[in-house]
C-alpha cells in the first residue's frame, strides 16, 4: 500500500483483505462465494453473485464476517458475545475458573464478551469480590494479545444494587486499569424511582457477608438475600455521574426497558451487551450484524435533477438480501462454544443495521428535527 494511501484503505489491507486481495471487489467476491456454501448446490452461484451485488449497492458483513468469511482458518465470523462471567452449579461454589477458560476460548477466536459480573460474591462475603474478577479476565485478555493476536474487547456489567459497586465505579480512575475492558452499570426502575425520591438505597447479594466484614446495616432480607449497606440512592447516582465524567466509565443500561422491549423477554432476560454496547444478549448469544449505507437510495440527492426522494422499494429488496446472508452466517462460522451455536440457532438473532444516516437526510434536504415524521410518512406511502 503506497504511503499516500487513504486512510481506509490502510485500514482495509490491515483489518479485512486476506493475502492476494488487492481491493475491496476481492474481498467481497471471496465473503460473498464463501456465505453462499450453504446453499443448495446448484443454487450457490445465483446467491454468490446476489451476495456480491448487495455488496456493491452499499450492504456490508460487520468486521469478523468480511475478515474471516472463506478465509480457511479457525476464527469466528461473529464480532461479540454475551457469557456467564461466573459458575454457579447447583449445590456447589461459584466459580471464575471454568466461565474464564470459556471466554478465553471465545477471545482467541476473535471474538469480544461482555459479561454480567453481579452474580459474582461481593469481596465483603471474603471472596476477592468482583473487581478481582474482573482483574483475572483483563489479564488474560491482554496475555493473548501479547502473544501477538487481535486485541481483545471486553464488557462488564454490574447491577445497581451490587455491594462492589462502589469500587467497581473507583477502579478506572485515570482509565489505567482493565484497558480491555468497557463499564456498565445496570440501572434498575425501581434504582431511579429512589433517585427520583430522594430515597434510601440497599447494596445486597445473595452470598452472605463474612462475619468479619458484617457493618451495623447488615440483614437477611425476607427474599433470601443480604443487606451489606444502606446509603441515599442520590449519593451512588451522584458517584456514577462523576465517574462518567470524569474518566468516560461507565455507561448505564436501563435494564427494566431493555427488557420490556425485547419480543423474546417470555423466554430469556437480558443482562449485559457486547463491548461496544449497542446489542443487549442473553447468555451466550451473539452479534452477527451487517449495515447496510441508506444514501445510496436517494434520489436525486440535493434536489439535482429532481425532487429529493427515497426509495424504499429498492431499500427492501436489499434488507432481503443482507438477511439472507446473515442468516447463512449462524449456519457457517466457527462457533468457539456449543452453547453459543445452540442459542443462535435456536433463535437465529441477526441485526441489519443502517449506516449513512446523517448523509443521507442531508441529501434529502432535511433537518434532524423533521427528518423522522417525514420518513415514517413516506414508507407509509410507500406501503
Given at each position: 500500500m503506497?504511503?499516500?494511501a487513504?486512510?481506509?484503505?490502510l485500514v ?24 453462499a456454501?450453504?446453499?443448495?448446490a446448484?443454487?450457490r ?7 456480491f451485488?448487495n455488496?456493491l ?5 460487520a468486521?469478523r464476517?468480511?475478515?474471516n468469511a ?5 476464527a469466528?465470523m ?8 461466573i459458575?454457579?452449579?447447583p ?5 471464575v ?12 477466536m ?7 459480573f ?13 473487581c478481582?474478577?474482573?482483574d ?56 431511579l424511582?429512589a433517585?427520583?425520591?430522594?430515597a434510601s ?5 445473595a452470598c ?12 437477611r432480607?425476607?427474599d ?26 461507565p455507561g448505564v ?17 437480558l443482562?449485559?451487551?457486547n463491548?461496544?454496547?449497542?446489542q443487549p444478549?442473553?447468555?451466550y ?5 451487517g449495515?447496510?449505507?441508506i ?5 436525486h440527492?440535493?434536489g439535482?435533477?429532481?425532487?429529493a426522494?427515497f426509495d424504499?422499494?429498492?431499500l427492501?429488496r ?9 442468516d447463512?452466517v449462524l ?16 433463535k437465529?438473532?441477526?441485526g441489519?443495521g443502517?449506516?449513512?444516516l446523517?448523509d ?7 433537518d434532524?428535527?423533521e ?13
Amino acid at each position: 500500500m503506497p504511503p499516500s494511501a487513504d486512510i481506509s484503505d490502510l485500514v482495509f489491507a490491515d483489518r479485512y483483505a486476506r493475502p492476494g486481495e488487492a481491493t475491496r471487489l476481492d474481498t467481497y467476491r471471496r465473503v460473498a462465494t464463501a456465505l453462499a456454501r450453504c446453499e443448495a448446490a446448484p443454487d450457490r452461484a445465483r446467491h454468490a453473485a446476489r451476495f456480491f451485488d448487495n455488496f456493491l449497492a452499499g450492504a456490508i458483513g460487520a468486521g469478523r464476517i468480511m475478515a474471516n468469511a472463506g478465509a480457511g482458518d479457525d476464527a469466528t465470523m461473529v464480532n461479540c458475545f454475551v457469557q456467564p462471567a461466573i459458575d454457579t452449579a447447583p449445590g456447589g461454589p461459584a466459580s471464575v475458573d471454568a466461565a474464564l477458560a470459556r471466554a478465553v476460548r471465545t477471545l482467541r477466536m476473535g471474538g469480544g464478551v461482555g459479561y454480567d459480573f453481579t452474580p459474582v460474591p461481593p469481596a465483603g462475603s471474603g471472596t476477592g469480590g468482583v473487581c478481582a474478577a474482573i482483574d483475572r479476565y483483563d489479564q488474560a485478555c491482554q496475555a493473548l494479545a501479547a502473544s501477538g493476536r487481535r486485541r481483545g474487547a471486553q464488557m462488564a456489567v454490574l447491577a445497581c444494587d451490587h455491594p462492589d459497586l462502589p469500587a467497581f465505579l473507583r477502579a478506572k480512575a485515570g482509565r489505567r486499569r482493565w484497558p480491555t475492558f468497557n463499564l456498565s452499570v445496570a440501572l434498575s426502575d425501581r434504582f431511579l424511582r429512589a433517585v427520583e425520591h430522594d430515597a434510601s438505597w440497599d447494596l445486597r447479594h445473595a452470598c452472605p457477608p463474612a462475619a468479619g466484614a458484617l457493618s451495623p446495616q447488615a440483614a437477611r432480607d425476607s427474599d433470601g438475600c443480604w443487606r451489606y449497606t444502606r446509603l441515599p440512592a442520590r449519593q451512588l447516582w451522584e458517584w456514577i455521574t462523576s465517574a462518567a465524567w470524569r474518566d468516560a466509565e461507565p455507561g448505564v443500561l436501563f435494564i427494566d426497558t431493555i427488557n420490556a422491549l425485547n419480543p423474546l423477554r417470555g423466554s430469556e432476560w437480558l443482562a449485559a451487551t457486547n463491548p461496544c454496547g449497542e446489542q443487549p444478549l442473553p447468555a451466550y448469544g451473539s452479534c452477527v450484524l451487517g449495515p447496510i449505507h441508506i444514501s445510496r437510495f436517494v434520489r436525486h440527492p440535493f434536489g439535482v435533477g429532481g425532487p429529493a426522494g427515497f426509495d424504499f422499494s429498492a431499500l427492501a429488496r436489499r434488507v432481503r438480501i443482507q438477511v439472507r446472508l446473515l442468516d447463512n452466517v449462524l449456519e457457517l462460522t466457527h462457533w468457539p462454544l456449543p452453547e453459543q451455536a445452540a442459542e443462535a440457532r435456536a433463535k437465529r438473532r441477526i441485526g441489519v443495521g443502517l449506516s449513512g444516516l446523517a448523509d443521507t437526510l442531508l441529501m434529502l434536504g432535511l433537518d434532524y428535527g423533521e427528518a423522522p415524521a417525514r420518513a415514517c410518512a413516506a414508507a407509509r406511502a410507500a406501503g
